[in-house]
């Protein structure tokens, strides 16, 4: 019953925006740490932003000032806002979930080019 599902990816522009979604259902939303993860071609799996069940926030280095993570606990849901992207953004985007368990989403694919 458990599910994180990602949507908001696309192809953009460098210098362009986007707005990530997970939305989550059969956990209990407000007592788990939700982080996004990205992987590249050919690279190992990367943290990129974590919002606590308490709403504290922390980004790696890359992504600090560009990147903001959000979450609505009305709407079980966390966002991961993304401007000045960059190409070496384009990676597949993952939400997880750590708490009682960890959960995954099966990913998004952002594409940064052109």
């Known amino acids: 019953q458990v599910q994180l599902v990602e949507s908001g990816g696309g192809l953009v522009q460098p210098g362009g925006s986007l707005r990530l979604s997970c939305a989550a259902s059969?956990?209990?939303?407000?007592?788990?740490?939700m982080y996004w993860y990205r992987q590249a071609p050919g690279k190992q799996r990367e943290w990129v932003a974590v919002?606590?069940?308490?709403?504290?926030?922390n980004y790696v280095d890359s992504v600090k000032g560009r990147f903001t993570i959000s979450r609505d606990y009305a709407k079980n849901t966390v966002y991961l806002q993304m401007n000045s992207l960059k190409p070496e953004d384009t990676a597949v985007y993952y939400c997880?979930?750590?708490?009682?368990?960890?959960?995954w989403g099966q990913g998004t694919q952002v594409t940064v080019s052109s």
């Open positions: 059969g956990i209990i939303f407000s007592i788990y740490d």
């Open positions: 997880n979930g750590q708490g009682r368990n960890n959960f």
């Open positions: 919002i606590t069940s308490g709403g504290s926030t």
